[in-house]
């Protein structure tokens, strides 16, 4: 079991960057993916970004391009990189781990990511 914090959130200007960081309590080597989901009212939950134990990475079309998730095993912490941000990329951001890919088992309780013209 591993519980996760989200950090690094805030407002930023369109074109500008953030890295939201998720620290695990507890190592993530025993689970098989960890990414970020993001919500939006009034829309349904989207996968932005997710990456295996082995470094494998798919990112929604949106982010591909402009945001890089990255995994520091030995901090126990994931990454989100997000570069060149737009108005609709706003949202709370959602890290989560998975037993499998595509499975997700654990939640951090999200950070706020608004982007402004």
């Known amino acids: 079991q591993v519980q996760l914090v989200e950090s690094g959130g805030g407002l930023v200007q369109a074109g500008g960057s953030l890295r939201l960081s998720c620290a695990a309590s507890?190592?993530?080597?025993?689970?098989?993916?960890v990414g970020w989901f993001r919500q939006t009212p009034g829309k349904q939950r989207e996968l932005v970004a997710a990456?295996?134990?082995?470094?494998?990475?798919v990112y929604a079309d949106s982010a591909k391009g402009r945001f890089t998730i990255s995994r520091d095993n030995a901090k126990n912490t994931v990454y989100l990189q997000m570069n060149t941000l737009k108005p609709e990329d706003t949202g709370v951001y959602y890290c989560?781990?998975?037993?499998?890919?595509?499975?997700?088992?654990?939640w951090g309780q999200g950070t706020q990511v608004t982007v402004s013209s």
């Open positions: 990456i295996s134990s082995g470094g494998n990475t």
């Open positions: 507890g190592s993530i080597f025993s689970f098989r993916t």
């Open positions: 989560y781990a998975g037993a499998t890919w595509g499975s997700a088992d654990d």
